[in-house]
């Protein structure tokens, strides 16, 4: 049995990431294993997004940590990547004249934190973004000019790289399916009948987080997969797509954005599911493609490639990161919602500085992100004397 000091468990972008951080940390000797279910990493939500590095997007904390993410992606070390992991996009959230003041007081709420982020007058809207009809743009919109769209593959693979060259080892088609604790060290067991060691366990299988805390013994943290759903579609004949940023509506009820050469749409559904391999419905692609329509002038005559992933959120759409209150060694990186890329570069190096002890980066908690609002120990009832 190989033995191993933490075992990641899941190689989307969260587990990457974390093992990025982790296994340079670790003293010699210290190794780092993660073990993926799918024969390819990434196969589940990590290779199901929409791309968008938008720093407005998600709640005060989740924000903070994709700042703190923006600077890793903008300036990442050298042999990370050969290319820019982010490329320039904008977003607008745009809506109709009876959300105006809504819309003006979460464009002054961003700017706190992103000082670039202002309300756009309709005329201003348009001129940005001609595809968008008047009436949707009635009310304005949140200009995000430093949104961009990020390189997910070259994200991941720059993490695992990285990983690698510090040790670190990536098992696939290793599906995890039981959990001992004895003597302080793991005994994980693997569905072809292998099993591996480990002092620590590194919770980062996405949709699956609670059924792994279940393995090891833990309270659920209440995680809810959500069903989104994504298509793509052709850009009308001779349109220039470059500058034309991402239209999202102020309801987040629809958005579009350009993608290489065409548009990818999405309905920006949250349907509960239960974790699986989520598959697109024709009624979600279809009611996205109504609303897209009305709010644009864009005809969508074929869909050219549909999907869907699962953003899986706790209660408070936060990230949860720290270790379980009560299971020794069983590390949480799970609850990434709509936000894992565009915070993993930040979460997985939190995530390595709690595991080991170390308490929050300095950068990232003076942005106001609190270790007690990530901790798992959040959903823990308080103990109540009788
Ligand atoms: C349509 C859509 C649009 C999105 N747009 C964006 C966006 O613009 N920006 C952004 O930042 N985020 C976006 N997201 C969210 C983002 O994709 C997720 O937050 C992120 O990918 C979650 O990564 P993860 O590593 O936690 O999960 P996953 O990528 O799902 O990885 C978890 C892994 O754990 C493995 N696993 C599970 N159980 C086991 C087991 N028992 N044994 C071994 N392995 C196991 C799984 O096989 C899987 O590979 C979007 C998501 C969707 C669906």
Same mark, same amino acid.
């Given at each position: ?8 468990? !899941? ?20 190794? $780092? ?17 929409? /791309? ?22 903008? #300036? ?10 982010l490329t320039p996009r904008g977003a607008i959230v745009a809506g109709r004249a009876e959300q105006e003041?809504?819309?003006? /007081? ?123 759903? /994504? ?5 009308? #004949? !001779? ?65 050219? =490639? ?13 990230? $949860? ?26 979460? !997985?190096?939190?995530?390595? =500085?709690?595991?080991? !002890? ?10 106001g992100v609190a270790e007690a609002a990530l901790s798992p120990a959040r959903f823990t009832a308080p103990?109540?004397?009788?």
């Open positions: 049995m190989q033995d191993f000091d933490f075992a990641i468990i !899941g190689a989307g972008i969260a587990g990457v990431s974390a093992a990025y951080h982790l296994a340079p940390q670790l003293a010699s000797g210290g190794r $780092v294993v993660i073990l993926e279910r799918e024969h390819v990493p990434a196969y589940h939500t990590t290779g199901r997004s929409a /791309a968008l590095h938008s720093e407005t997007y998600g709640n005060a904390s989740i924000r903070a940590i994709t700042v703190a993410s923006g600077r890793f992606y903008r #300036q990442p070390p050298a042999g990370f990547t050969d290319h820019p992991l003041a809504a819309i003006k /007081a979460a464009a002054a709420d961003y700017a706190q934190l992103v000082p670039s982020v202002r309300w756009l007058d309709p005329a201003e809207v348009l001129h940005l973004q001609p595809l968008l009809k008047p009436e949707a743009a009635s009310g304005g919109a949140v200009f995000e000019p430093e949104a961009d769209d990020m390189d997910v593959a070259a994200i991941h693979a720059g993490f695992l790289k990285g990983a690698r060259a510090a040790g670190g080892v990536l098992r696939l088609n290793a599906e995890v399916t039981a959990l001992d604790r004895k003597d302080g060290r793991w005994t994980i067991r693997l569905r072809d009948g292998e099993s591996v060691s480990a002092a620590n366990i590194v919770n980062a299988s996405g949709a699956w987080a609670d059924v792994l805390g279940a393995l090891a013994g833990c309270a659920p943290i209440g995680l809810v997969p959500k069903r989104r759903t /994504a298509f793509t579609f052709d850009s009308p #004949q !001779g349109l220039d797509l470059t500058h034309l940023p991402m239209v999202i509506d102020f309801d987040e009820s629809f958005y579009f954005k350009p993608e290489v050469g065409q548009f990818l749409g999405s309905l920006a559904d949250e349907t509960p599911s239960p974790p699986c391999d989520a598959q697109p419905e024709e009624i979600d692609v279809a009611t996205a493609v109504d609303r897209i329509e009305t709010a644009s002038t864009l005809t969508i005559r074929r869909i050219k =490639n549909k999907w869907a992933g699962l953003r899986s959120f706790v209660a408070d759409k936060s990230l $949860v990161a720290g270790y379980d209150p009560k299971v020794e060694g069983f590390f949480w990186l799970a609850g990434q919602g709509g936000y894992g890329i565009q915070t993993a570069a930040a979460a !997985g190096r939190l995530a390595t =500085n709690l595991a080991l !002890g170390k308490g929050l980066p300095v950068d990232i908690a003076s942005l103990f109540t004397a009788k």
